[in-house]
């Protein structure tokens, strides 16, 4: 049985600080990420998209060379991650996975829409994430970990929780979650 446990955190606003600045780099991967699926498919012809010119928005895309297309791909994207974690130096105090994750993301987009596109639905061509978009990050193996007074242990140790402290639950992922009111 699969169980969903939600916990409010009170972060300190240190912690704050560092939980939206891990999530403004995992937007900032996922939109270059996106400009390089896009870029890699346009630069070689390979899609046709029909924009509706009034909202800008692609109505959709079609496959129409038959030329070699140099590919783009989660798997290659994966594999250029820690060449990007030295190059810039912000990305390496959030954890690879989670970083994988953000790409993972975006390739469920992208099976989406050639899914749509198959089944001659309204496609929904993935879009550039905004501030207001993009909510959430994933540490995709949390492992048996017991849900102690921390959130994780790289960055932002101990938020409150305000939850029973004796649990223990087999976790297996943990999503940190923005929550806008209004």
Same mark, same amino acid.
């Given at each position: ?40 498919? %346009? ?23 038959? %030329? ?23 990305? %390496? ?31 929904g061509f993935p879009r550039f994430l905004g ?7 994933t540490y995709p193996q949390a492992g048996g ?24 639950? %087999? ?12």
């Amino acid at each position: 049985m699969r169980k969903a446990l939600k916990y409010r955190l009170y972060p300190t606003k240190k912690q704050e600080q560092v939980l939206f600045w891990t999530l403004a780099r995992c937007r900032e991967l996922y939109n270059a990420a996106l400009s390089e699926w896009k870029d890699a498919y %346009q630069q070689y012809e390979r899609t046709q998209l029909r924009v509706n010119a009034e909202t800008g928005q692609v109505i959709a895309a079609t496959m129409v060379a038959k %030329q070699r297309v140099r590919s783009v791909s989660y798997y290659k994207q994966k594999r250029d991650l820690p060449e990007i974690k030295d190059l810039r130096e912000e990305y %390496q105090d959030i954890q690879s996975q989670v970083l994988q994750d953000v790409l993972l993301r975006l390739k469920r987009a992208f099976d989406g829409f050639f899914r749509r596109l198959a089944n001659g639905e309204g496609p929904g061509f993935p879009r550039f994430l905004g501030g207001n978009r993009y909510h959430s990050f994933t540490y995709p193996q949390a492992g048996g970990v017991p849900l102690q007074n921390r959130l994780h242990q790289d960055q932002a140790a101990s938020p409150d929780r305000r939850r029973p402290q004796n649990l223990y639950h %087999q976790v297996r992922n943990r999503s940190v979650v923005r929550r806008v009111l209004l």
